[in-house]
């Protein structure tokens, strides 16, 4: 298992359209992706999940990922969320 702390750079932050598209991206990879903001943990690949963390733009998140492809996963996500678009 791999995990890693990650800063929310997206404008508007894991919201509406963004967590969507994190949902999409997470789906992509076989390992089990986990969010975690605060003490509240979620599956990565399940909207309802992520949009009850309501992470906000500078917020500090721990991606965890367990599986074949986790170093891809992280990778993959990490490049997503400290994006600035």
Do not use: P
Not at 22 to 31: G, H, I, L, P, S
């Amino acid at each position: 298992m791999l995990e890693q702390q990650v800063e929310v750079k997206l404008k508007s932050g894991l919201q509406a359209r963004q967590a969507a598209l994190f949902v999409q991206e997470a789906n992509r990879y076989q390992a089990d992706v986990f969010l975690q903001k605060g003490t509240r943990k979620v599956n990565a690949k399940s909207i309802m999940g992520i949009m009850s963390l309501a992470v906000a733009h500078g917020t500090d998140i721990i991606l965890f990922a367990d599986g074949r492809d986790e170093s891809e996963a992280i990778a993959g996500l990490q490049a997503m969320i400290e994006s600035e678009e």
